[in-house]
């Protein structure tokens, strides 16, 4: 007889052999074909900004908050040990917290003499002070923004140069309700159930995740630079024209005005060029920073689409300073023409007018982002899409920029977190730092089409009733202003956009896991978007090996189940609540875990799934994988091996889904067994004369097998057929259902597995 894993291992490779049909059929080629041009504008060449990489070995010494510059001579730097940089200090073996220094020298060429010089940052967690030269040059707070500073004054040509960061990311302040007075924007970096030690642990903060974690550069220009573009894509009501509003800001480093023309030219990116626009405009630009709103219209654009619905259509819009019949700056942004609209009355979701329902996961890649390389974003993205995952919630934090770029590439929409949960502080000065860190994360992630909405406070302590059972000391109205205010502000800022105020704690329902059980899941539910719902499950054998010592493998003891515990596994969850067996020995544990996890997701995603509009219209499991080596809700472990959830999901989220909806687990010999069979279509396709299969089996042998034909609409939703089986013997059995289109080709494969059992093992849905 197949095993549970066999099953959903076979069902995979169905899935995934389609998929690379798909992306070989489908995907774009991301090359540009030549250009043609269709304005009166002559083309001036780009003139590409000269970058520096600062990337390689720093000095690094770690230090005290009360640390100084002048507390350190040259030779003492030089005396300094040796760290990468980009990288998280704990991945370069600094297990530390707090206060550590860099230092780095380098030299410019005399050539560079009258230009502008920039020193660049794209990411620093959490707070960098910087000097050059013995100079202050700078301070910046918030682990994930990019941020710049003028260093022309402070450089010396043609010789060596001393660049110093005091990089501070500190503990909170620990106390027995710490998690409520929280003062640092890290979000899942800093407090969270996946970190290291766990939420609610003392050991909760360690491997910290502070460090120059993305790359440094210096940046060499002229005394015009381009800065903060952001592009608007509005479709016209007819979807055949549309205007890319281009707002944008010219940072003159001078002290006199600059007659200047600004060239914009849109081409495609990602697909064949059949158009491109040129627009110019004449402008005296003045001393400091000079604010644009541009509108380039075009005909006929082609559209960016989910990967599901279309393709993936990306534009690059190139702009050009030219002052004296010279390029003095130019700067390239790509982005999409899409619409996205959210009908708060119906539930519904539309990209370009098409309804979409959102088949989702929550996502944390790695505790420390400097882990992530575009190659490692790219085979996650290939396995959300082989999981039919349409959308990712971008869990509690901003991840890194090449995320978003792929995302974008890929068709992967995106639901993004600004890095608050549970409690903060409540003071002025913290406010304005949200307020400040918020509308850094919307100007820098505006271009990316893959992004649809912002959510911006994942479970606030004024909202989350657990956490006034938990605290029942909690002011009721805690960080509720901020909510607010925090909504005040974001809205404004992006138009293009839907704004979801804060991530509630009942849009995360948890059955059969902090409460309830799993079959509550059977249920209809009143909620519109279940943004959190999952179980725990341990990695196979082989990996939990490379997290546990051998003498910890089988945890008995108090001191044992600590261990498992600060590797994220929450033994009172497991044990009391879901009631998972624990088994003969650690291979029993490992198979009991993946099962119920398995399990769960199935029975939720599916009832959630047919009552599509009704009122649910999108659903985010939790979560898609481990971000260290740990065990907890990821459908795929910390070395990215799947775990039997992920197949489960991966068979629940199939776009054209056969569903079975039954009313018991097992059943009492001499019961009827009855099922209701649904088909889902979540594609914009009819499927006319559709074949529709479904057979009983009991072990290896075929019971029963009917087909008949069905017309399948878009995007749309159907309980076709009541079934009923009477005087089954005990035993083992599975209800398969399939469809396939008019021609025969499979577009969907479902099964349910149920035992007929004596009347003292019977397990009813009610118990």
């Known amino acids: 007889m197949r095993t549970l ?19 070989i059929a489908v995907v774009p080629a991301s090359s540009i074909a030549d250009t043609h041009k269709i304005s009166q504008f002559e083309s001036v060449e780009m003139a590409p900004r000269q970058v520096i990489s600062l990337s390689g070995s720093w000095q690094f010494k770690p230090g005290e908050v009360s640390d100084t510059i002048n507390d350190f001579s040259e030779n003492d730097i030089a005396r300094w040990t040796s760290i990468n940089v980009p990288a998280n200090w704990y991945l370069e073996g600094k297990d530390i917290s707090g206060v550590a220094w860099y230092a780095k020298t380098f030299t410019i060429p005399h050539l560079n003499e009258g230009k502008r010089v920039s020193l660049k940052f794209s990411g620093v967690d959490y707070i960098a002070e910087i000097w050059l030269n013995g100079r202050y040059i700078g301070f910046h707070e918030g682990y994930f923004q990019a941020f710049e500073f003028d260093i022309t004054n402070a450089l010396v040509f043609d010789k060596e140069n001393q660049l110093i960061v005091k990089v501070n990311s ?4 620990m106390g027995e309700d ?10 899942i970096f800093g407090h969270h159930d996946t970190r290291p030690g766990g939420a ?4 909760g ?10 790359p440094v550069m210096l940046e060499i220009h002229e005394v015009a630079l381009i800065k903060n573009v952001k592009v608007s894509p509005q479709l016209h009501l007819d979807k055949h024209s549309a205007d890319a509003n281009v707002q944008m800001q010219i940072d003159l480093q001078q002290a006199v005005a600059l007659p200047a023309t600004i060239q914009f030219t849109l081409k495609p990116y990602n697909f064949p060029v059949t158009q491109t626009v040129v627009k110019e405009v004449k402008q005296n630009l003045t001393p400091g920073f000079n604010t644009f709103h541009v509108p380039i219209s075009i005909n006929d654009p082609a559209l960016w689409w989910p990967w599901e619905q279309g393709k993936p259509n990306l534009y690059q819009l190139e702009i050009k300073v030219i002052a004296n019949k010279q390029v003095i700056d130019s700067k390239a942004v790509t982005f999409g023409f899409r619409d996205v609209q959210y009908d708060k009355m119906n539930n519904e979701w539309k990209i370009n007018g098409q309804r979409l329902f959102l088949r989702g996961t929550n996502y944390i890649a790695s505790q420390w982002l400097s882990e992530m390389t575009p190659e490692r974003f790219a085979q996650d993205i290939a396995l959300m899409k082989a999981a039919n995952i349409n959308i990712v919630r971008v869990h509690a934090h901003v991840t890194a920029e090449d995320y978003y770029r792929l995302c974008d590439e890929s068709g992967l929409l995106n639901w993004q977190d600004f890095p608050l949960q549970w409690g903060y502080v409540d003071d002025q000065d913290f406010h304005n730092n949200v307020i400040r860190q918020a509308s850094a994360m919307v100007n820098e992630l505006f271009n990316h089409p893959s992004i649809i909405a912002w959510s911006l406070i994942n479970e606030p302590a004024w909202e989350a009733d657990w956490m006034k059972e938990k605290y029942h000391h909690v002011n009721k109205s805690q960080n509720k202003a901020l909510t607010e205010r925090l909504y ?24 059969g896991w902090y409460s309830g059980h ?17 179980a725990q499950a341990l990695p196979n054998l082989v990996n939990l090996r490379k997290i546990m010592s051998e003498k910890d493998l089988w945890p008995e003891t108090e001191e044992q189940w600590g261990r498992w515990m600060y590797h994220n596994f929450q033994p009172k969850a497991a044990f009391n609540i879901a009631k998972i067996a624990k088994g003969n020995t650690p291979a029993d544990f490992v198979k009991n875990t993946q099962e119920y996890q398995a399990k769960v997701l199935k029975l939720a995603t599916e009832s959630y799934r047919r009552q599509r509009y009704h009122p649910v219209s999108g659903i985010f499991q939790f979560m898609f994988v481990e971000d260290w080596p740990s065990m907890n809700w990821g459908v795929i472990d910390y070395w990215r091996t799947p775990k039997l959830g ?14 079975i909806a039954w009313k018991q687990e097992n059943y009492q010999h001499g019961e009827v067994a009855d099922f209701d069979l649904w088909v889902i279509n979540d594609l914009p396709k009819d499927y006319p004369n559709a074949k529709v299969t479904y057979s009983l089996r009991n072990s290896k042998t075929l019971l029963e097998t009917h087909d008949f034909t069905l017309d399948v609409a878009a995007d749309s939703g159907l309980k076709i057929k009541d079934i009923r089986f009477n005087n089954l013997n005990l035993g083992h059995y599975e209800l398969i259902f399939t469809i396939a289109d008019s021609e025969g080709k499979r577009l969907g494969v479902n099964t349910h597995e149920f035992d007929v059992l004596n009347s003292e093992k019977t397990k009813h849905i009610d118990q």
């Open 5 to 23: 894993s066999d099953h959903y291992r076979a069902i995979s490779r169905f899935f995934i052999y389609w998929f690379m049909v798909w992306v």
């Open 170 to 173: 500190p503990l909170e302040k």
């Open 178 to 187: 710490w998690s409520l007075h929280k003062r640092y924007i890290k979000g």
């Open 200 to 203: 609610w642990s003392d050991r």
């Open 205 to 214: 903060q360690e491997k910290n995740t502070g460090g120059i974690w993305a």
């Open 488 to 511: 005040k502000t974001v809205l404004p800022l992006d138009k293009t956009r839907y704004v979801h105020p804060f991530s509630a704690s009942s849009e995360h329902p948890w059955l």
């Open 518 to 534: 799993w079959l509550d899941y059977n249920q209809p539910t009143n909620i519109s978007l279940v943004a959190e719902y999952g």
């Open 646 to 659: 992920y197949y489960a999901l991966q068979q629940a989220y199939q776009p054209v889904l056969p569903s």
